[in-house]
């Protein structure tokens, strides 16, 4: 094949359509727990978190809601994916192996939001990598509020299904936290516990919670059914669990969205110094984003540690 734009052309057609095909086939679990936010800017602020705001009755002035003095900023950082087609391989028509390596860059494009929201849910207990809008980790124990005692949506225990009294130590208690939460003003948010997040250890434990009609001693189980069941070989804990709320406005978490991935061809000057260089022509992926923390009050996490 003589090297030229028409048959450089041809190869970025073929490769975005291999990249394309498998970024649509590859499965992805981020959005059953993290809202996607369209970020326009470098960094998005977050403090109106801490004002959340919900209807109250209209007595004499308005009530403005201020912002949080804590700034919960988050930048967006720049991810990339770069595919070199030597030119010795486009003139011997020696191509099948960029096709590969475009549909594996699809499937890794796919799966970057999930990398990210995990990443962040990994950290969540963390006060240092896990920061939320009111400063603290994201899950813990003193959560601030305003106008209301500081609440906690931490817990400890490990999550069981071999006894009625042990599921309601732990998936019952959590559930029960999570739908007591209340806001700034000590009013209930009004989540609910649809969403039980585990790690593969935990699969089986879960899916006897929310599937089984009885549970280990031959009890009635009344969390059947209580939520969705979702695993994640990307939680980096074997015992930590979580029971999400995801029915409202904002899911616990954020993946915050600056730029999609997409395959671009290399079209600039360099390329042509690259080629005469190395022999070489590039393709690739870049996209700019980050995982962010919604609502502490619409997640309950334990790290299974008792």
């Known amino acids: 094949?003589?090297?030229?734009k028409a048959a450089l052309d041809g190869i970025?057609?073929?490769?975005?359509?291999?990249?394309?095909?498998?970024?649509?086939?590859?499965?992805?679990?981020?959005?059953?727990i993290a809202t996607l936010v369209s970020s326009s800017t470098a960094r998005e602020d977050y403090r109106w978190f801490s004002r959340f705001p919900q209807m109250r009755r209209w007595v004499g002035e308005r009530t403005i809601k201020s912002l949080s003095a804590f700034?919960?900023?988050?930048p967006n950082e720049d991810f990339e994916s770069t595919i070199a087609v030597l030119r010795n391989d486009i003139q011997d028509d020696n191509l099948g192996i960029y096709a590969t390596q475009a549909r594996g860059a699809g499937i890794s494009a796919k799966l970057w939001p999930d990398e990210l929201v995990y990443e962040a849910v990994n950290n969540a207990f963390d006060a240092a990598k896990g920061k939320c809008h009111d400063g603290k980790a994201f899950f813990a124990a003193?959560?601030?509020l305003s106008g209301a005692p500081a609440y906690s949506n931490l817990l400890t225990a490990q999550l069981k299904a071999d006894s009625l009294a042990n599921a309601m130590a732990s998936f019952g208690k959590a559930r029960t936290r999570l739908e007591t939460m209340t806001d700034e003003e000590g009013r209930p948010m009004g989540t609910t516990a649809n969403v039980l997040l585990v790690p593969p250890a935990l699969r089986d434990t879960g899916s006897i919670l929310l599937n089984s009609d009885r549970l280990g001693q031959n009890e009635p189980n009344p969390y059947k059914g209580a939520a969705e069941l979702v695993v994640s070989p990307r939680l980096t804990s074997a015992t930590a669990w979580f029971v999400l709320h995801t029915m409202g406005v904002l899911k616990p978490f954020i993946f915050q969205q600056r730029q999609a991935p997409e395959l671009v061809q290399q079209m600039d000057p360099a390329m042509h110094e690259r080629a005469f260089m190395r022999k070489e022509y590039l393709f690739g992926v870049d996209s700019r984003g980050a995982a962010a923390y919604g609502l502490p009050q619409c997640a309950v996490g334990s790290d299974g540690s008792t």
Request: glycine share 4%.
């Open 142 to 144: 003193d959560h601030p």
């Open 12 to 32: 970025f057609r073929n490769l975005r359509a291999e990249f394309n095909s498998a970024y649509a086939e590859a499965a992805v679990t981020w959005m059953a």
């Open 1 to 4: 094949m003589i090297v030229n």
């Open 71 to 74: 700034g919960y900023n988050v």
